[in-house]
C-alpha cells in the first residue's frame, strides 16, 4: 500500500475512529453524571434495568402498605383510647356500686350514688360512640356513632397478604352495664352484679374489656412492627437497587475530565492527519 495516497487516508481513518469511540465514551459518562445512573434505562444494561424496575415497584407497593397500615394504625390507636377511657370510668362505676351494695346506704344519699353511676354509665356510652376514625369504627354499634362499625383487613405488605382486625360490640357491653333503677336501689342485686358468681354481670364486663385491650393493645404492637419492618425493607431494598444501577460521580467526573481531554487530542491529531495529503502538492509544483 502507498505510503503517500489522496485515495485512501489511513492515519485519518484511524484518528477518525478514535475519536468517534471517544465521543461514544463521552456520551455515555455525560449520561451518567446528567441522570445520576449507571444504569438509566434499558439501553445501558437491559437484565439490571429490569432487575432494577422490579426492585422499584416493590418498593412503591411497600410505600402503599405502609400508609394503609398507617391509616390502621391511627384507628387502633383511636379504638385504645376509648376502651381505655371505658376501662377507666368502669373502675371509678365499680366504686360507685360497691357502696350501692351496702345496705346501709339508704334514702337521698342511695339516690345520688344512683345518679352517679348512670352519669358514668352516659361517659362510657359516648367513649364507644366517638371512638371513630376517617369514618370507621370498630367498638361504636349503637345508635349515635360517628362511624361506620366494620372489622378491617389491611394490606400489609408488596403481594397484597392482609392482617385482620376484628370488632368488640360496644353497644352489647353498655347494654350489660346499664343496670335499671330498680336494680340499683336493691344493695342485694348490686352485690350480686359485682360479686364472683354466675350473675355476676358487671365484673364479667371489666374481665372482657380487659380481654379487648389486650388484644387491640396486641394488634396495635403488631401494625407498628409491620410498618417498622416494611420500612427497613424498603431501605435494604433502595441500598441493593443503589448499589446496580448507581453512578460513581466522583469516578464517571474523573473520566468525563479524561475524555474531554482524549477529544481535544483526538480532534488536533486528526486536523494533522487531514493534512497530510497536502504535503503531495509540493511534488508538483
Known sequence: MPLNSVNTDIDASIALQSLNLTETQLAATQKQISTGYRVADATDDGAAYAVAQRVRSDVGALTSANQQLGNVEGLISTTLSGLTDVSNTMSSARDVLVKLADGNTQGTQRTQYVQQYQSLLANIQT???????????????????AGTFGGVAVVRNEVGAT????????????????????????????????????????????NSLGNELNTYG?????????????SDKMTAMQ????????????QESAMLTSLQIRQQLGTQALQIANQAPNSLLSLFR
Not at 128 to 134: K, T
Not at 218 to 230: D, G, M, R
Not at 239 to 250: E, I, Q, R
Open 163 to 206: 392482617y385482620g382486625i376484628g370488632t368488640f360490640g360496644g353497644s352489647a357491653f353498655y347494654g350489660s352495664i346499664n343496670f335499671t333503677s330498680t336494680q340499683l336501689n336493691s344493695a342485694t342485686t348490686v352485690a350480686g352484679l359485682i360479686g364472683t358468681g354466675t350473675g355476676a354481670t358487671f365484673i364479667n364486663m371489666v
Open 218 to 230: 396486641a394488634a396495635a404492637n403488631y401494625v407498628s412492627n409491620q410498618i417498622t419492618y416494611n
Open 127 to 145: 367513649f364507644f360512640q366517638d371512638a371513630d376514625y376517617n369514618g370507621k369504627t370498630l367498638i361504636g354499634n349503637m345508635s349515635g356513632s
Open 239 to 250: 441500598n441493593g437497587l443503589g448499589a446496580l444501577v448507581d453512578a460513581n460521580l466522583a
